[in-house]
């Protein structure tokens, strides 16, 4: 039960710096959620059987030890899932990024591709480590408090969203750049 009030306390402060920051609407892209939560959906299902997601994802929330092999291939299931995740976030930014250079010769239409750039990614990351990463160490972990282990790609997961992060909004101060000397 504490677990679960911490929970509720980031996502509300999470919640309270959208809601200070303007209104919550702007947070909603739809072609970035399509990307980031329709990709995510769908590549799993590439990879795996309905039963092994559905088995990955019930897992963590169960009160029963699981055995060696169920809990291998959940964390199998979690962590591909917090990668695929990781790169549709990439994927999505570069949508709005090559949107954005498309549209160079209309300011307006500009803004809602940078938005595509920088929702995907935060859809992405909010995903990848605040829900996929936790309930993939809890199932790692067996449920046992206390144990430290990392999983795999946990430290490429953070580096990629770094440099797309970086690389967008360098992106975009480059267009700022460029629109005001054609203004000067």
Known sequence: ?????????AVGLIGAAIALGGPAAIFVNLPSAMVVFGGLVFCLLA???????????????SSAPLEAEARKSAVAVLTSARMIAVGLGCVGSLIGLVQMLANMDDPSAIGPAMAVALLTLFYAVLLSELVLGPLAHRVHAGGAAGTETKLPGQDLTLLVFLLTGASTIGSFFVLLLSFSSLTA
Not at 47 to 61: D, E, G, I, N
């Open 47 to 61: 990879h795996f059987s309905f039963a092994q997601v559905k088995a990955a994802f019930t897992a963590p929330f």
């Open 1 to 9: 039960m504490e677990k679960l009030f911490f929970v509720a306390c």
